[in-house]
Nanobody, 127 residues
Framework: QVQLVESGGGLVQTGDSLRLSCSAS????????VGWFRQAPGKEREFVAA????????YYADSVKGRFTVSRDNDKNLAYLQMNSLKPEDTAVYYC????????????????????WGQGTQVTVSS
């Protein structure tokens, strides 16, 4: 079992930056793939970014490519989502998710691939 806690959300203006953190409870976190998803009011949850357990692969939604960077520190059981040049359309609740990469094939952009989810953190970008 992995417990995930996101932090770092807030209210910012267009063009600002935020860094979200995802703290994991399990000592086996280093073998888990991590994904970031978001859900805006009235919309379905969508993929944002993901990183493999070994950090050698990263994936991004087209809407955030070049502005967001996903990373992780396995020694600290942390994953990050650095968000730059934020836009009002980035406003959403952001969730981190994790799944054991050694138990199943991970399709990184698909939320069904992830077994564990955090409670989410609100990001609001004002125009």
């Amino acid at each position: 079992q992995v417990q995930l806690v996101e932090s770092g959300g807030g209210l910012v203006q267009t063009g600002d930056s935020l860094r979200l953190s995802c703290s994991a409870s399990a000592r086996t976190f280093s073998r888990h793939a991590v994904g970031w998803f978001r859900q805006a009011p009235g919309k379905e949850r969508e993929f944002v970014a993901a990183i493999s357990w070994s950090r050698d692969r990263t994936y991004y939604a087209d809407s955030v490519k070049g502005r967001f960077t996903v990373s992780r520190d396995n020694d600290k059981n942390l994953a990050y989502l650095q968000m730059n040049s934020l836009k009002p359309e980035d406003t959403a609740v952001y969730y981190c998710a994790a799944t054991d990469s050694f138990s199943a094939v991970v399709h990184f952009p698909s939320d069904y691939s992830y077994a564990y989810w955090g409670q989410g953190t609100q990001v609001t970008v004002s125009s």
